[in-house]
């Protein structure tokens, strides 16, 4: 069973463009989220899509946005690139929360790069 | 709110001796905990976790972690380390939805 898949895996781009990061779940799963992981910032949560809606959001601008499409996959948008926007962009997966048992287990892609410069 | 503290960010072992990462956590409610590995350029793999039952769990590679309650502790431990473990390891509170990482332990491994 393919597992969570990203891409593009690396992704440069210049201060004020935009960039669109894309992760396709694991077969079955309807919830997708997306991490960032900075560099001296550990992982941060920014977005949960759960059957093409956003549920949670975390502590970012919005600026940063997405969209689940109706076959579950997501798109993570970054619009007027700041340089400290430089990170790995991690998207995990699971099964809608109402069929699991009791904690949300999430399966991670191997993220995409973003460098901006 | 919930947080994850982890103790050292970098930690080093000779190859065969024990592994210890430390994790501390804060939950106001009954807290689900991970532990995640991430080897370099990649994503993050699961170890192991506790959702209830049992507060010693058993997770891949032959690393274990311990629940207590008391301590609000959830560290990773492993008997004898190999070359192999030399990776990133996140500790994580998860409150169903969001789940909510610690900055990471880079564990290095001796020769």
């Known amino acids: 069973e393919a597992g969570v898949t990203q891409s593009p895996t690396h992704l440069i781009k210049t201060r004020g463009q935009q960039a669109t990061l894309r992760c396709s779940p694991i077969?079955?799963?309807?919830?997708v989220y997306w991490y960032q992981q900075a560099l001296g910032l550990g992982l941060q949560f920014l977005l949960w899509y759960d059957e093409g809606e956003e549920r949670n959001r975390g502590n970012f601008p919005p600026r940063f946005s997405g969209r689940q499409f109706p076959n579950y996959s997501s798109e993570l948008n970054v619009n007027a690139l700041e340089l400290e926007d430089s990170a790995l962009y991690l998207c995990a997966s699971s099964l809608a929360e109402v069929r699991q048992t009791s904690y949300n287990e999430q399966f991670f892609g191997p993220g995409t790069r973003l460098t901006v410069l | 709110a919930q947080s994850v503290t982890q103790l050292g960010s970098h930690v080093s072992v000779s190859e065969g001796a024990l592994v210890l990462l430390r994790c501390n956590y804060s939950s106001s409610v009954p807290p689900y905990l991970f532990w995640y590995v991430q080897y370099p350029n990649q994503g993050l793999q699961l170890l192991l976790k506790y959702t209830t039952g049992a507060t010693l769990v058993k997770g891949i590679n032959g690393f274990e972690a311990e629940f207590k309650k008391s301590e609000t502790s959830f560290h990773l431990t492993k008997p004898s380390a190999h070359m192999s473990d030399a990776a990133e390891y996140f500790c994580a509170v998860s409150e169903r939805v969001k789940i909510i990482f610690g900055k990471g332990t880079r564990l290095h491994i001796l020769p």
């Open positions: 077969s079955g799963h309807t919830s």
